[in-house]
């Protein structure tokens, strides 16, 4: 066997393994999600996540890895759609010439795991109120507006990626794209019920779970292991050996610096050292240094996430307060946050490693010029202008010729029971032996106690599927 043989082979057991961290981040977004909205739509919403995924799976195997990265033009790729042995199996060959270090099938597992998570921010600002059909729908529409995107910045023969711009691992590509679509449905499906009074001030709506958010965020976290050093396809990047673990250390000091940063952000501006804040603040350190995790400094990685976490904290706020109703934070933390690493990187991109990673100049810091940021702006208008006019032209369609929200009844309801039948939490609204509201439990007081009224939806048979 050759050394390079062991190189392919080498970089194919990391990128698989990088493939699957990134992956197991739809749990985390289920335990973040369902933890951040109420009780009621909780099998809901985690469940969505293996719905979508599937869903994007195929159809990404099907169109989305061809138009993404099948051989082709600067705008899409034209070749390699319904891959099969032969295109899988092959290095470095047609249909997916970009993929000289591992076999295609390693190139879709990869790539496709992408998708999904910039798919999962979608519905984060739409919880709580879309039908489930469009799950199916908008999720395989919005695979293939991710795939052309990808084209443009991750493929060697995009026009973006010829102009030099750095987006290492998808703060444009997934994040700013999966919020810019989020934000188009949050703003045709508008407000849940009661989210504004009538004097349009927001009232509160927590979520029902704050542990399953804490945990959410640290599974998140630990898949961003895959998600940033494994973007390097290989275990040797340019002439470093190893590349992947430094990219790991700028990924892990500034998702630490957005923990300070989102927390401190609140206990200023909130008066209280909110945890949801905390949250939010390292995803938004995480998803800002995705960009740039391979073309930064320590010390930039940590301003980057520093100011991520303050990002967190405002964007949330002032989405809120212009009537747009987000029970996830996505647009903020996926859309702000991608919004300024994708910044951030033509501010502070060492020249050294942006030579290494033969991927655009050094950021002004460094040069002094302006180059690399103009290039990282045009990237975020081209994708800000394709993403979100496909996605709520899309949607606007839908919501014309079907509907995409749910009824009243079935929002108050709850879409567990709704749509699936099944409440998530079955023990706190139906009788079940030895459960809540029985003696059992009678020691957890009157609330929960023989005494307490069983809840309304009881009294009525349960509501018909309305999606």
Known sequence: MKTADLVIAANTVWVVVAAVLVMFMQAGFAFLEAGLTRMKNAAHIAGKNVLIFGVCSLVYWAFGFAIAFGDGNGIVGTHGFFPSTNEMLSIGKAPYSFFTGIPGATGYLFEVVFAGVSLAIVWGAMAERAKLWVYFAFGAIFTLIYSVTSHWIWHSGGWLFGKGMQDFAGSTVVHYQGALAALAGAILLGPRIGKFGKD????????????????????????????????????????????????????????????????????????????????????????????????????????????????????????????????????????????????????????????????????LVYTGSFHQLGIQALGLVAVGGFTFSASFGSLWTMKRLWGIRVEPETETAGLDVSEHGMWGYPEFYIPVPGGYGTEAHGHLGLAHGPARAAPAILADPVPEPSG
Do not use: C, Q
């Open 200 to 363: 349009g001030r927001a009232n509160p709506i927590p979520g029902h779970n704050m542990p399953y958010a804490v945990l959410g965020t640290i599974i998140l976290w630990f898949g961003w292991f895959g998600f940033n050093p494994g973007s390097t396809l290989a275990v040797i990047t340019g002439d470093k050996i190893g590349y992947f673990g430094y990219v790991a250390l700028t990924t892990n000091v500034a998702a630490a610096a957005g923990a300070i940063g989102g927390i401190v952000s609140a206990w200023v501006i909130l008066r209280k050292p909110d945890v949801s804040m905390m949250l939010n603040g390292v995803l938004a350190a995480l998803v800002a240094i995705t960009a740039a995790s391979g073309f930064v400094a320590p010390w930039a990685a940590i301003v980057i996430g520093l100011v991520s976490g303050f990002i967190a904290v405002a964007g949330v706020l002032f989405v809120e307060r212009i009537g747009i109703d987000d029970p996830i934070g996505a647009v903020a933390v996926h859309g702000m946050s991608g919004v300024w690493g994708t910044l951030a990187t033509g501010l502070f991109a060492v020249p050294s490693l942006a030579a290494n990673l033969a991927t655009g100049r050094g950021g």
